[in-house]
């Protein structure tokens, strides 16, 4: 019954957004947007992120001045849509491979971690942070599940201790942490920058983003080790007992596989960061990659894994990687909010130019600064409450024609990055992310643990956004 109601008030939503007369100012095209934006935001807080996605192109179709194949074109046909198909099938071939595993216990058996307990918790954390820069939050945070269990059993903690309390906590808040510092496999920050894309024609590079999405993780990441240091203060006595020895030969050595997949997904990383920097020395190199687009190098990558053999047998197969490595209801809820973006800024909807004229009394008295605050928190408070998805694709089409109406006193490109950014901060509540209904599953942490640590970290990160992130950003992309 839950389900036939969310599915008959989004459709209602959508009809009468082309039924309804037109809001003050605002085209019917505007009109029947408005209302497809939510009956299907309706069905994705409700049901599924997947197949509502689908019928929200379907009835875009409908509107006037849209049709099918213009709303492919930026949805199924847009850049995005390759890039996350290839770059989970490159994830995918790594996971497959002992080589996360092997990185997380270097980190957590390394010379600074034997240097005391709390070196231990700092190197744990980092490794989920270091590795997380290039991996999906969900598949690392299930990754280091069962290296958490062997830490426990080895020192005899129970999930009601508070060391195993911290060091899960730790665990997934680093894990979303890491998915907001690089676009790299992350699709939030890759939906923010697709839709400025969208709307302005214009490209924020990954080593751009980086550049000030890096050093407000980083930032984060010490407030969090000083929250569980003098606030939840757990009884780190036991990890003086830890068999590290013991630990570390729990990996197998490096054999040939793991090599070559772990080459090729180095150069995938490589081609997406490295010719950002050779603007000025090889400008040819750079303008290759440019034109190419984000797309080429897992494309690239994921031909290789499935060309290249060992043994007889290929690195990658085709068929396994699609049908267990790709996330396709990710990918299929991305296509949609692609195509509703668009939508939502097209011209000929209006929809861009009615906020834009309904705000602009109201710009003239507010300060860009509260204005990127507003944003920033909105976007940090929903992303914590809801899907991510959804708060990205709400969040920057308000905020692009918002910060577009202050003439530059606003940086529009900066906001949208730090809005995808911040949307990959979630780790408040259970609906906020599958890794925070994991954490909670474990049994290892509490509902309530996890919201009072995740409201702290919820106020350092729009902290650390506006007074670091945002000003580092203008610099960059002036």
């Known amino acids: ?22 809001l003050a100012g605002l085209t019917s095209a505007g009109m029947q947007v408005l209302g497809i934006f939510a009956g299907v935001l309706v069905m994705w807080l409700t049901i599924a992120i997947h197949w509502p996605s689908l019928i929200c192109i379907a009835m875009l179709a409908t509107v006037p001045g849209l049709n099918l194949n213009k709303l492919l074109a930026v949805s199924m046909g847009n850049s995005t849509f390759s890039f996350l198909l290839f770059t989970f099938i490159c994830t995918y071939a790594l996971s497959k491979t002992p080589f996360v595993k092997r990185c997380a216990i270097s980190f957590i058996c390394s010379r600074v971690a034997r240097k005391g307990s709390w070196w231990f918790l ?21 990754i280091y599940l069962p290296i958490l269990d062997a830490i426990c059993e080895e020192l005899k903690l129970k999930n009601e201790d508070t060391l195993t309390n911290s060091l899960i906590l730790g665990q997934l808040v680093c894990a979303e942490m890491a998915c907001g510092m690089t676009p790299i496999a992350h699709i939030f920050p890759i939906m923010a920058l697709g839709f400025y894309t969208a ?11 980086m550049l000030f999405a890096v050093p407000v993780g980083i930032i984060c990441f010490v407030a969090l080790m000083l929250i569980i240091r003098f606030f939840l203060k757990p009884d780190m006595s036991k990890i003086d007992h830890l068999d590290f020895d013991a630990l570390e030969q729990t990996i197998p050595p490096m054999e040939k596989h793991e090599k070559i997949v772990l080459a ?21 190199v750079y303008q290759f ?77 507010a300060s860009p600064m509260f204005l990127v605050i507003f944003l920033i928190t909105w976007a940090s408070i929903q992303t914590n409450v809801s899907s991510n998805m ?31 950014m911040i949307a990959s901060y979630a780790y408040v509540t259970p609906p906020a992310h599958p890794a925070v209904a ?26 650390a956004t506006v007074l670091v992130g945002y000003p580092i950003g203008v610099a960059v992309l002036g």
């Open 1 to 22: 019954m839950k389900r036939n109601l969310a599915i008959s008030l989004g459709l209602i939503c959508m009809v009468m957004g082309k039924v309804l007369p037109p």
């Open 122 to 142: 700092i190197s744990y954390c980092a490794s989920v942070l270091i590795i997380g820069l290039f991996m999906s939050p969900v598949v690392l945070f299930v």
């Open 199 to 209: 709307a302005t024609g214009q490209i924020i590079a990954y080593g751009d983003y």
């Open 264 to 284: 090729i997904f180095v150069m995938v990383v490589g081609m997406w960061i490295v010719p950002g920097f050779l603007k000025n020395v090889l400008p040819d």
């Open 289 to 365: 990659f440019k034109i190419q687009g984000t797309a080429f190098p897992p494309l690239l990558g994921a031909s290789l894994l499935c060309m290249l053999t060992l043994n007889g047998k290929p690195l990658l197969d085709f068929k396994e990687a699609v049908s267990k490595g790709v996330d396709w209801g990710s990918i299929i809820m991305a296509v949609g909010t692609l195509a509703l973006g668009a939508a939502m800024t097209d011209k000929n909807v209006g929809i861009t130019e009615w906020i834009t004229q309904g705000i602009a009394p109201m710009l003239q008295s």
């Open 390 to 420: 959804v708060t990205i694709t709400v969040v920057t089409a308000i905020a692009i024609p918002l910060c577009n109406a202050t003439q530059g006193a606003v940086n529009t490109a900066v906001v949208c990055a730090l809005i995808g």
């Open 438 to 463: 994991l954490a909670i599953g474990s049994e290892k942490t509490t509902t309530g643990q996890v919201l009072k640590l995740g409201t702290a970290m919820l106020i350092v990160s729009i902290a």
